[in-house]
């Protein structure tokens, strides 16, 4: 069964670090582009930010040049390192596939305040 579970959400001031992980199971990780999305208060879900399997990364422009995408193909894990926060990165953050995403786990609260 595919399952993402991710961890590490909290809360934390402007301009201040997080970093997110994410558990998978049940999916051919080291095959399968992954991706960090999120989905503020009464908006639609985003993509944040991506990774092959290779290691080939993009953003967002929103957080281009704050975040980083990182994962290691033998844990089945990713990460998502988030540097000089913003409050309107204050959303619930969720792991999954590129293509195809299914299967949504509950995600991690994150909360910048200013």
């Known amino acids: 069964q595919v399952q993402f579970v991710e961890s590490g959400g909290g809360l934390v001031q402007a301009g201040g670090s997080q970093g997110l992980s994410c558990a998978t199971s049940?999916?051919?990780?080291?095959?399968?582009?992954m991706a960090w999305y999120r989905q503020a208060p009464g908006k639609q879900r985003e993509l944040v930010a991506q990774i092959t399997g290779g290691g080939n990364t993009e953003y967002a422009d929103s957080v281009k040049g704050r975040f980083t995408i990182s994962r290691d193909n033998t844990k089945n894990t990713m990460w998502l390192q988030m540097n000089n926060l913003k409050p309107e990165d204050t959303a619930v953050y969720y792991c999954n596939t590129l293509w195809g995403p299914r299967n949504w786990g509950q995600g991690t609260q994150v909360t910048v305040s200013s």
């Open positions: 049940g999916v051919i990780f080291r095959f399968s582009t």
